[in-house]
């Protein structure tokens, strides 16, 4: 961590608690105009009705759910299955069957005007729906009505041409069925400037590029989910189809080891086109009896498509093609999952809930490299040889949770998974894990507004199925080989939360962790020499995250501070240099203020929203990668004045800004000799978004 990310968090803490001291005992007393009346609240349960939300003008569920105080939404993991991605939202009591939309889009389908209220319920309330989790927002919906909201929006970054975007939902009742669509289009520009120095080892220069480069996506998604009573209980069918592309030139300028104004000596040039096509469908029956018993089957599948292709051309000296590359790559997978649960519902004190899990996951992928000279004569080839890898999993379970007094509820679990993992193509292999996932957690309701959480559980990762085919990063240069001999990582974490309620709009959040991991998948060289990602040993990965809501009506009337602060640290024994150093993929200190202002007596309001400076650590075979990222500065102003619609100018990157990226490069590996870095310095420029939005 540097002194100057340190200095910033102290600074940070020290503010939030001084401004929370001078605020905390007059916010209690003096909350917000008809805050108190929408808002209900005992030790278990509070409860906020729609009138809550209305100063925020929200337009879906989602909007209100990232405005409830002290709530900190948790729209799932990428994990394993079905039963280890459970968000922290049930939308009318139950969980939704998706995955690859997830929580936050099924909540973006339902619009504002159609939640009756949002309920907040601390401990677990239930073996079954969202467990492990000790806060829980369910989203009730107002039945038989007709309602929906769109959204046009204008989008510029820099100099790139103006773009639109735009989105709908609508809830209605069709055929018997209570259905919930939404369409989104997405269309943004965007380019970014760098300067790219090398140096050799002693720090002399060598080679100073800039670059520029211009980014375009287009996307678009359509889902929906529909429900009605069927088969003596509730059937909920729901379904997701997506375009996903991202299009990018990246060029550089040679220019030699002089200034960057100096005469372009030679041009490097990539054309980089990325699309996906992804799908998903979804099935879930529940029946509850009269017994408080509570059985439901879910059946889900997705698919997902993509192909990436990057023509890559050397110019040296500039004007004169001496080379081109051609890189494709190529994936598919899919996941099908089955589970059923039959769990205790109700006021009983003891829930248990049991059930089994099975699913079958498969990957196609495969990498293709061409390389011509000036001539257009193939001087590499290497040819696409297809690898498919394929999971069969099955997970059988148990959940209990015990409320054992008006204070305190206990809650646990077992898992036993067996699965199979087999590839074919570049190597004929298949390999057998088993695992036992135990979780215990309690909850301590110490008052009406203190909670402390207390759990332990142990984690299987998702092994990402792209690790067994070989990849590539034409940009960087970098080639990856497929390992066959991949198996998920396993973490134990232990945290312990604390979430107190000072005031109606009022909150803090706390949570200190610390995980034990094994396996950890990192990148190394193979014994053939090629490097890819394995599994390479253990490591530690402790921190917090906190989280506040800060009324500020003592000192501006409708203002409301809102910060979250992650900092963690980790270690890890480096294969290569043997030497401890920090995981992959790693950022150490993040920080992020956003104000907001409801002028009182008017239909406006503004705000700041601010993300602390970062630096991102990436390790490599031959070189260790630094990205560090300056501060950001997002402004707004929005009003509901005119024409009954909701109209917002947001600035983003107002003051610009800065991302450097700096590469210790090494040979053959970082373990051996250090040959010099490489430092390209990025900067973004100002955009601008114009939103309308409306209900009907």
Known sequence: MTKRATRQAYGSLVFGSALASAILPAAASDATVNASASVTIDVDHQAFDADFFEQYTPQTALDMINRL????????SSARGFGGTAGNVLIDGTRPTSKSGGLSEALSRIPA??????????????????AGQSMIANVVRLKDVSTGTWTVGLRKFDKSQIMPSVSGTFSTQLMGWDTSLKLVTFF??????????????????????????????????????????????????????????WYGDTERLGRGAGLATAPVTDRFFDDHNWEEYSGEFGADWSRTYDSGWKWRLIGLTTIEDWTAVDEISFETPLGTPSSFSTFTAKEKTTETIFRTT??????????????IEGAFNTLDGSLEISQRDS?????????????????????????????????????????????????SGHAEQAQTFKFLKPSLGATFNISDNLQFDVKME??????????????????????????????????????????????????LSLTLFHEWKDDVLERIVLPSGAQARANVGSARRWGLDAQASIPLDQLLKGGLLEVEL????????DPLTNQTRRLHDFKPLEYFIDFRHDILNSEWSWGVEYESNFNWHGYFVEEFED????????LFIETTQFFGVKMKLTSFYTFSVQRDRIRYLYAPTRGDTFIGTEISERERDTGFLFEISGQF
Request: hydrophobic share 35%; aromatic share 10%; no cysteine.
């Open 627 to 634: 990205f560090e990222g300056s501060d950001r500065w997002d």
């Open 69 to 76: 105080p002290g709530f900190v939404f948790d729209a799932g």
């Open 458 to 507: 142990r984690l299987v990762g998702q092994l990402d199925f792209g690790d067994f085919a070989a990849s590539a990063d034409a940009t960087d240069d970098r080639v990856f080989a497929g390992n066959p001999n991949l198996r998920p990582d396993r973490t134990d974490r232990l945290e312990g939360t604390v979430n107190y309620q000072f005031s109606d709009r009022g909150a």
């Open 342 to 355: 039959l769990g205790k519902n109700g006021l009983s004190r003891f829930k248990p809930e049991f059930g």
């Open 566 to 573: 992650y900092a963690k640290e980790s270690s890890f024994l």
């Open 375 to 423: 001539s257009s004569m193939e001087t590499f080839y290497r040819a696409p040889s297809p690898v498919r890898v394929e999971e069969k999993r099955a997970e059988a379970f148990v959940n209990m949770v015990w409320q054992a007094s008006d204070k305190v509820t206990l809650d646990g679990g077992l898992k036993a998974e067996i699965s199979r993992i087999s590839t």
């Open 188 to 245: 943004k520009d965007e380019s970014r400037q760098a300067v790219i120095s090398r140096r050799d080892a002693g720090g002399a220069l060598t080679k100073r590029q800039t670059e520029n480069r211009a980014e375009r996506n287009r996307d678009g998604t359509f889902s929906f989910d529909a429900g009605r009573d069927a088969f003596g209980g509730r059937l909920q069918l729901n379904g997701r189809l997506g375009f996903d592309s």
């Open 113 to 130: 005007s159609q939640v009756s209220h949002i309920e907040i319920q601390r401990g677990a309330i239930g073996a079954g729906e969202a």
